[in-house]
């Protein structure tokens, strides 16, 4: 009887061990599966900060004026592009002063103002006797500031200042 008791014990030993060892090999299989999840998801995460891969990067230029909106069933989508209206900023240059709705401001301020401005506001420079250097000064500084501008020479014989001719008419970008 004791064999039998020793062998009996051994067997549930031997058991025990094997019942323990696949318990080990399942939680590490668990472990590994969500590791594997938890990589992808990383993965995931970080190609769509980078604008990579699954359709939701930020791709290129800079998405202005486009509107993306779906149907009522949601099986299709409709881009519709809309154009940005363009808006002008009148700057008279007489002499050698710059007027803005009636006030005469300096260059630095005037570049200040213009660059608070939004990129679809055009300066419209109006020439009314203005010296070359002032002009040159406000085109130069509206040009590297990257801002657009045109500008219009008023005629000698016109009687009323506001009212401009276009004898010469420029448009820069």
């Known amino acids: 009887m004791s064999i039998q008791n020793d062998v009996e014990k051994l067997y549930r030993s031997d058991l025990e ?12 299989r668990l472990l590994g599966i969500l590791l594997t999840v938890i990589i992808i998801a990383a993965l ?12 939701g990067g930020k791709g290129e230029g800079s998405g202005e004026g486009k509107d993306v909106s779906t149907s009522s069933n949601d099986t299709s989508v409709t881009t519709t592009t809309t154009a940005v209206p363009k808006e002008f900023f009148d700057i008279r240059v007489s002499g050698s002063t710059y007027i803005i ?22 300066v419209r420079i109006t020439d009314d006797n203005a010296t070359k250097n002032a002009m040159e000064d406000l085109k130069k500084a509206l040009t590297d500031d990257g801002r657009e501008f045109t500008e219009t020479v008023l005629d000698d014989s016109s009687l009323d200042n506001s009212v401009a001719d276009d004898v010469t008419t420029e448009t820069v970008r």
Not at 22 to 27: I, P, V
Not at 44 to 55: F, K
Request: hydrophobic letters at 35%; aromatic letters at 2%; charged letters at 35%.
């Open 17 to 28: 061990k094997q019942r323990q060892k696949q318990k080990k090999k399942k939680k590490k």
């Open 44 to 55: 995931i995460l970080i190609m769509q900060y980078l604008g990579l891969g699954l359709g």
């Open 101 to 122: 709705d009636e006030r005469v401001v300096d260059l630095n301020s005037l570049i200040s103002t213009v660059k608070l401005m939004s990129d679809n506001v055009i």
